[in-house]
């Protein structure tokens, strides 16, 4: 690192603890870039910055299409800014396989936070990585509550392995459902409500109260069949409206009681441990499939190692292991 960069860096480090916005939004595109020497910047700059992190109430917030999860969280989010919090809305879009962009454009789905001066919103494209969930955003996360956001809202994709991605990312996970819960609850994954540490059922407004009623009791049915994974905590289910903000402030009240209990029954620190260890994991693979992609050999070797494959003359085991032969592993 340049000594003028090293400055520059010093720099944004101190604006994003003074809560700079323009800081944290530059020091968040930094961590996202995928050069070597901007990656070596942010990995000295996160270290620095690491001190002042993990304060927050991280969760992760998924759901069914249609379901109105940024509207949950406009509304969620507006709420909980009232109440005197910082929230930062982290929403991983699905990436624009062309641009590799993000295609949802978050901020105009979240109009109150978006112009709320207690509330930041940072849609990151999911850059192909596994379950959608774009690769920075832990770090993201993390120069958020350096920042003094003391509430971090994830929302995922909401397809593939995302909602297990999130779940590991964050304390408390939310499952958003909608009412008419008979035929949904066929279709919806076991392993999502297998995640849910709260079941909320949206759209509890006017005609639709009954339905909405009706459907939190058919998910109530299903996790007691699930069972419990901690003893300390059985995932309640509420039902509220996005729309007229009734119930909200109950769903939060379980996200509170929830990280209440798991810090009573000492999980909360091991939780947040065991996270970091996978992160660790996480960023060796990470390092390892960039080193194999940027190999010139490798690359010179790959197109005839997958025809091989493909046309079965090369068991896929074999054709790794000359892949990792050829880069000394």
């Known amino acids: 690192m340049t000594g003028q960069h090293h400055l520059d860096d010093a720099k944004l480090a101190e604006g994003v603890l003074k809560g700079e916005r323009a800081a944290l939004a530059r020091a968040i595109t930094l961590v996202e870039s995928r050069r070597s020497d901007h990656r070596q910047r942010a990995h000295a700059m996160l270290q620095k910055l ?3 992190t993990g304060k927050a109430f991280r969760v992760g917030i998924t759901g069914v299409p249609g ?3 940024s509207t ?5 989010g507006s709420l909980l800014t009232a109440r005197g919090h910082k929230v930062a809305v982290l929403a991983v879009d699905p990436s ?4 590799g962009g993000s295609i949802l454009g978050d901020k105009t789905r979240m109009s109150q936070l978006a112009v709320d001066p207690r509330a930041f919103i940072r849609p990151s494209p999911s850059g192909g990585t596994l379950g959608g969930i774009a690769a920075k955003t832990r770090e993201t996360m993390l120069l958020c509550e ?8 994830v ?3 909401g397809v593939g392995q995302s909602e297990t991605t999130v779940a590991e990312l964050t304390d408390t996970f939310l499952v958003l459902m909608l009412p008419g819960a008979g035929d949904e609850l066929q279709g919806i994954k076991k392993g999502v409500l297998e995640l849910a540490d709260i079941v909320a059922v949206n759209k509890a407004d006017g005609d639709n109260i009954p339905r909405a009623r009706a459907a939190a009791g058919e998910y109530r049915a299903a996790l007691h069949l699930l069972g419990a994974r901690q003893s300390y905590w059985s995932p309640p289910v509420l039902t509220y409206s996005a729309l007229t903000g009734d119930g909200m402030a109950e769903v939060w009240e379980q996200v509170e009681l929830h990280r209440q209990k798991c810090e009573a029954a000492g999980h909360f620190a091991a939780n947040r441990q065991a996270q970091q260890v996978r992160w660790m994991w996480t960023l ?7 080193r194999v992609t940027n190999d010139p050999t490798v690359k010179a070797r790959l197109p005839g190692l997958e025809r091989a494959v493909a046309a079965g003359t090369l068991a896929p085991s074999m054709a790794a292991a000359e892949i990792a032969g050829l880069i000394g592993l």
Do not use: C, M, Y
């Open 50 to 52: 690491l001190p002042h």
């Open 67 to 69: 379901v109105g999860k």
């Open 72 to 76: 949950t969280i406009d509304t969620l």
């Open 96 to 99: 624009s396989t062309r641009t």
């Open 146 to 153: 350096a920042a003094g956001f003391d509430v971090v809202l």
């Open 155 to 157: 929302e995922t994709v």
């Open 284 to 290: 060796l693979n990470e390092k390892l499939t960039e």
